[in-house]
């Protein structure tokens, strides 16, 4: 059943409740099953060819492919609700490179914008898999990706895939197609490192990544050597690579040194309406980051439950209105990562 609205909204006129209920949904990965799971326990059914609900609105914080069984499948759902106006999205790093590396490199001939190297290649199997051998439907799917937004300002909240880069988006957006979207033009400069929209991009849809002090190194949970690490761009308290840290694991952490990170890392966010995004593959029990905060990626492509965050309007963001797919989140255990 439909939840009602906090008690602080319910003198509110009913078309103001509308328009503030939001159900924003974290990373699918190809992960259908979750999708549809979620959808059902949040009270949204198929009906007109869409999954709907009476009064609320899905938004996607993207990366819809790769990993997941069910590729094509995710993305029929989520196509099917952004065309019957039920849910909004916006363009994840996982759908950035699926169309760079669809795209042809107008500067190399016989190469791709992202390069078709053994890596790359087992990172996008799963979709590759599903559309590789029909080249018009590769090719339909990759021009749908390209109508994502790369961002979503909307009057009560914010949403993006991975960082809410206030700079960036304002070199960006004169650049951009109306709605914020890329042309093949700037998938190409945001395909070329070092560029200003390869910068911008990369920081909006994977976040922000410093270079670990000359000595310093970790091992990532999939057993690699990094001299990079992510890090909690949001807080400005959180001002050394130790305390800032994205790397999954509290012992990692502790092993990184106790010295500044570059000021440039410490953007923040100011908190004049909430802030949503995915990417980061969170783990334990869902709550925010920040009063204004919250990441909904708990890491549903590799094992993790799919998670939304129930929005009704509210400034300052409740742990208790995380829900999964998995089944009930026992809310006393949450805590802000």
Same mark, same amino acid.
């Not at 999205?89 to 699926?98: Q, R």
């Not at 599903?130 to 994502?148: K, N, Y």
């Given at each position: 059943?439909?939840?009602?609205?906090?008690?602080?909204?319910?003198?509110?006129?009913?078309?103001?409740?509308?328009?503030?209920?939001?159900?924003? %949904?974290?990373?699918?990965?190809?992960?259908?099953?979750?999708?549809? @799971?979620?959808? /059902?326990?949040?009270?949204?059914?198929?009906?007109?060819? *869409?999954?709907?609900?009476?009064?609320?609105? *899905? %938004?996607?914080?993207? &990366?819809?492919?790769?990993?997941?069984? /069910?590729?094509?499948?995710?993305?029929?759902?989520?196509?099917?609700?952004?065309?019957?106006?039920? *849910?909004?999205?916006?363009?994840?790093?996982?759908?950035?490179?699926?169309?760079?590396?669809?795209?042809?490199?107008?500067?190399?001939?016989?190469?791709?914008?992202?390069?078709?190297?053994?890596?790359?290649?087992?990172?996008?199997?799963?979709?590759?898999?599903?559309?590789?051998?029909? @080249?018009?439907?590769?090719?339909?799917?990759?021009?749908?990706?390209?109508?994502?937004?790369?961002?979503?300002?909307?009057?009560?909240?914010?949403?993006?895939?991975?960082?809410?880069?206030?700079?960036?988006?304002?070199?960006?957006?004169?650049?951009?197609?109306?709605?914020?979207?890329?042309?093949?033009?700037?998938?190409?400069?945001?395909?070329?490192?070092?560029?200003?929209?390869?910068?911008?991009? +990369?920081?909006?849809?994977?976040?922000?990544?410093? +270079?670990?002090?000359?000595?310093? +190194?970790?091992?990532?949970?999939?057993?690699?050597?990094?001299?990079?690490?992510?890090?909690?761009?949001?807080?400005?308290?959180?001002?050394?690579?130790?305390?800032?840290?994205?790397?999954? @694991?509290?012992?990692? !952490?502790?092993?990184?040194?106790?010295?500044?990170?570059?000021?440039?890392?410490?953007?923040?966010?100011?908190?004049?309406?909430?802030?949503?995004?995915?990417?980061?593959?969170?783990?334990?029990?869902? !709550?925010?980051?920040? &009063?204004?905060?919250?990441?909904? &990626?708990?890491? *549903?492509?590799?094992?993790?439950?799919?998670?939304?965050?129930?929005?009704?309007?509210?400034?300052?963001?409740?742990?208790?209105?995380?829900?999964?797919?998995?089944?009930? %989140?026992?809310?006393?255990?949450?805590?802000?990562?």
């Amino acid at each position: 059943m439909p939840r009602p609205p906090p008690a602080h909204l319910m003198s509110l006129p009913a078309v103001t409740l509308a328009s503030m209920a939001y159900d924003i %949904i974290g990373d699918i990965h190809g992960q259908a099953d979750k999708l549809v @799971s979620l959808l /059902r326990r949040m009270g949204y059914r198929h009906r007109s060819g *869409a999954w709907r609900h009476p009064d609320r609105t *899905a %938004i996607f914080v993207g &990366d819809f492919i790769d990993r997941g069984p /069910r590729q094509l499948d995710t993305i029929r759902v989520v196509r099917e609700m952004l065309d019957a106006g039920t *849910a909004q999205a916006v363009m994840g790093n996982h759908e950035f490179n699926a169309i760079a590396w669809y795209m042809p490199d107008p500067e190399c001939d016989g190469q791709h914008l992202r390069r078709r190297v053994p890596k790359n290649r087992e990172q996008h199997q799963a979709f590759l898999a599903e559309t590789e051998s029909d @080249s018009a439907l590769h090719t339909e799917v990759v021009a749908w990706f390209l109508e994502l937004p790369l961002w979503l300002d909307l009057p009560g909240l914010r949403v993006v895939h991975a960082c809410w880069h206030p700079g960036f988006m304002a070199q960006l957006e004169p650049t951009l197609r109306p709605g914020r979207k890329l042309d093949p033009a700037l998938i190409a400069a945001a395909s070329r490192r070092g560029s200003m929209e390869f910068c911008a991009v +990369e920081t909006l849809t994977k976040g922000i990544e410093v +270079e670990l002090p000359s000595g310093h +190194e970790f091992v990532d949970k999939g057993g690699h050597r990094r001299h990079n690490v992510r890090v909690r761009w949001w807080d400005r308290s959180a001002d050394t690579f130790r305390k800032s840290a994205l790397i999954g @694991s509290p012992e990692r !952490a502790d092993a990184l040194p106790d010295l500044p990170i570059p000021e440039s890392a410490r953007i923040g966010y100011a908190g004049d309406k909430p802030v949503f995004f995915g990417h980061y593959w969170w783990t334990g029990t869902p !709550a925010p980051q920040a &009063d204004h905060v919250a990441c909904v &990626d708990y890491s *549903a492509g590799v094992g993790g439950p799919l998670v939304a965050y129930r929005w009704d309007g509210e400034s300052v963001l409740d742990a208790r209105n995380f829900v999964s797919q998995a089944g009930e %989140i026992v809310h006393a255990e949450a805590s802000v990562q």
